[in-house]
């Protein structure tokens, strides 16, 4: 790495700036597709434009694929049916949940590893019935699922950069031409037709000019496990939130998880809420070892800043169909609403080839928390992974360009539901 260019003694360490010098930086890989951020939207993003033929790089910055599914404890896989016995996510959502319990061979209730429940596993009459009152869902164990997630993501052929460091982009003319990393082997360019924001924070979406929009309301939350007396349970920490994203009705502090800072703070004050909740179980079980076991290894905010669409979701728009559906989605919270998720909350405005999965995309505090979750961050990545391959193909990677019908039928091929 080139050093910093000297400005005098002293004085450079006052100054509120320093010039760093020119650096050329080299091009170490040439993708069709770029996704950036391996949570759970990203690992579907990479996996369906990988299986449309795309050559796909997969930029991760921990050691490990998830995101807050594994690496944070969020063992929850919500719903994939409306709460009323209808399922509306399938293609690729579907998988991933089986995904996650596939190896569990019975359940294991105090560590919360609870699989698919039975009714969604048969097809009889009496099956049906039970899923009106049983939502189709699951309870994993996020150390199998990492590896599982892992797997999925190489034999699929994507390429995989695990501790690296996106840092911004590059291009012009209404396009991203390279994600600039930086790892192991130094700084360097990633050249790619087309890029998929799956950061759960639109950093890309910023780095590229996109409008966004961020949040300061998010509160201390970190789950673990603990061992004690040779029982697995989980501890669910978090101080209350609002569903609607506000400070009212939620317990501060507050976070913003755009700033380097707060990110920082948010993880320590989150650690002494752990180490606080220990010493009440300990208090609780004096004659016993508690040990905890696997704290959350990342920030566990929930909604932080997403990217400004040409159409943003929001409550308004539960039980409405759109022309630009690209999946369906229940309300983990709630039976009843379906959201139909339009194309355009997706794409970028100001770019022609950024797209946005997970929970970065286009929707308003109404309806983040509901588009926040697994299942419709998988929704979201299958779309936007397989549009980004279909545009390559077919339009130079201009995702405004590609017509509608064609991404609906592959969809549609794919198992994805998008008819209420």
């Known amino acids: 790495m080139e050093p910093a260019v000297p400005v005098g003694g002293d004085r450079q360490m006052m100054s509120d700036h320093i010039e760093e010098a020119p650096r050329r930086i080299p091009v170490s890989g040439v ?11 990203g690992v579907a993003a990479a996996v369906s434009a990988a299986r449309n033929a795309a ?14 599914a594994t690496l944070g404890n969020v063992i929850m896989w919500l719903p994939l049916c409306d709460g009323r016995g209808r399922q509306v ?35 009889s009459q009496e099956c049906l019935e039970a899923r009106k009152q049983t939502r189709y869902r699951a309870d994993f164990n996020p150390a199998a699922y990492l590896l599982a997630l892992e797997k999925l993501v190489v034999d699929a052929g994507v390429k995989l950069l695990y501790d690296t460091r996106y840092c911004a982009v590059a291009g012009g003319d209404g396009r991203v031409t ?28 910023v780095h590229a000019g996109e409008e966004t929009v961020s949040l300061d309301t998010n509160v201390l939350a ?8 040779n029982r697995l349970a989980l501890q669910i920490t978090s101080h209350a939130y609002s569903p609607v994203a506000a400070k009212q009705g939620a317990v501060g502090p507050f976070f913003r998880g755009d700033s380097a800072d707060q990110v920082t703070e948010h993880i320590l004050q989150t650690r002494a809420m752990i180490r606080k909740r220990l010493e009440v179980l300990r208090a609780e079980n004096p004659a016993i070892d508690v040990q905890p076991l696997m704290p959350a290894t990342m920030a ?26 690209i999946g369906l989605t229940g309300d983990w919270r709630d039976a009843g609403p379906i959201y139909s998720i339009p ?15 997970g929970r970065c995309i286009s929707v308003d505090n109404t309806a983040w928390d509901v588009l926040r979750a697994i299942p419709p961050c998988v929704v979201t990545g299958e779309a936007a992974g397989t549009a980004a391959a279909l545009a390559v193909r077919k339009t130079n990677g201009d995702l405004h360009a590609l017509d509608y019908g064609v991404l609906r039928d592959q969809l549609r091929r794919q198992g994805v539901l998008l008819d209420r």
């Open 55 to 68: 050559r796909v790089c997969l930029i991760e910055r921990y050691c490990a694929l998830g995101g807050l």
């Open 300 to 325: 566990c905010l929930r909604m932080t800043r997403r990217l400004v669409g040409r159409t943003t979701i929001g409550e308004r728009h539960q039980q409405e169909s759109c022309a630009d559906a």
């Open 222 to 229: 970190g789950w673990f496990f603990t061992l004690t007396d």
């Open 31 to 41: 993708y069709d597709v770029v996704v950036v951020g391996g949570g759970i939207a």
């Open 343 to 357: 194309f355009d909350a997706l794409r970028g405005v100001r770019n022609l080839n950024l797209i946005a999965a």
């Open 89 to 123: 996510i399938a293609g690729l959502g579907e998988e991933l949940l089986k995904l996650s319990v596939a190896d569990l061979k019975h359940d294991i209730p105090t560590a919360r590893f609870l699989n698919v429940p039975a009714c969604w596993r048969a097809q």
């Open 178 to 205: 390279h994600a600039i990393v930086e790892n192991k082997s130094g700084r360097s360019a990633l050249a790619c037709r087309t890029v998929v924001d799956a950061t759960g924070d639109a950093d890309v979406c």
